[in-house]
């Protein structure tokens, strides 16, 4: 019966980890988010409750970063594991590249790529409460890819895929790290 017990608890810590990951990563971001906007004076104005468990399924972005010259306003893109590619189409789909890998009998490995299924990017409101005096300031859609994949890319239709950096706009979206988000939000003025 122990045994059972330990297997049934084993199997749900393994099913578990990819949400308790993304749980404990969001609450480091909320944290440094608002560390940030603290130091510089800045105004986080969320547009929900537990806004930090934002998802990305969800049509509304997540909060709005007020400075005194920019609106950020910050979606949230969770990824469910570190070790895989999250790649973004031209047609405005994306999917999860994932890998196997299988060790030969000489030491040897090989890593074979297995594809999620496309999935239709939702196209995401970035005025979602957005208020009347934010409208003389620059705003900035930004997708924060948290927790983040180990690389973000771009497939097109024609043509190898393409490493996208912090920063690179895909579908109307400034692609963004925490780090990078944080960096842009400390030399903001």
Same mark, same amino acid.
């Given at each position: ?10 199997? #749900? ?6 949400? #308790? ?55 949230? &893109? ?6 895989? !590619? ?39 409101? &970035? ?14 859609? !930004? ?40 960096? !842009? #939000?400390?030399?903001?003025?």
């Amino acid at each position: 019966m122990e045994f059972w017990i330990f297997l049934i608890c084993a199997v #749900l810590l393994f099913l578990l980890y990819p949400y #308790l990951r993304c749980f404990v990563k969001r609450i480091q971001c909320a944290q440094k988010i608002h560390r940030v906007c603290q130091a510089k004076g800045f105004h986080l104005h969320p547009t929900h409750s537990l806004w930090f468990l934002g998802h990305k399924r969800a049509g509304k972005c997540d909060c709005y970063i007020e400075t005194p010259h920019n609106v950020f306003a910050v979606k949230l &893109f969770g990824m469910p594991a570190r070790m895989c !590619v999250l790649l973004f189409k031209e047609n405005g789909e994306y999917f999860i590249r994932r890998y196997v890998a299988l060790a030969g009998h000489d030491g040897s490995g090989v890593r074979y790529p297995i594809d999620s299924k496309p999935r239709a990017l939702p196209v995401y409101h &970035f005025r979602y409460q957005f208020k009347e005096s934010w409208e003389t300031k620059t705003p900035h859609n !930004v997708l924060l890819v948290n927790p983040v994949s180990m690389e973000i890319r771009r497939q097109p239709t024609k043509g190898p895929e393409v490493i996208l950096g912090a920063g690179d706009v895909v579908n109307g979206m400034e692609i963004q790290t925490l780090s990078r988000l944080l960096g !842009v #939000l400390e030399s903001a003025l």
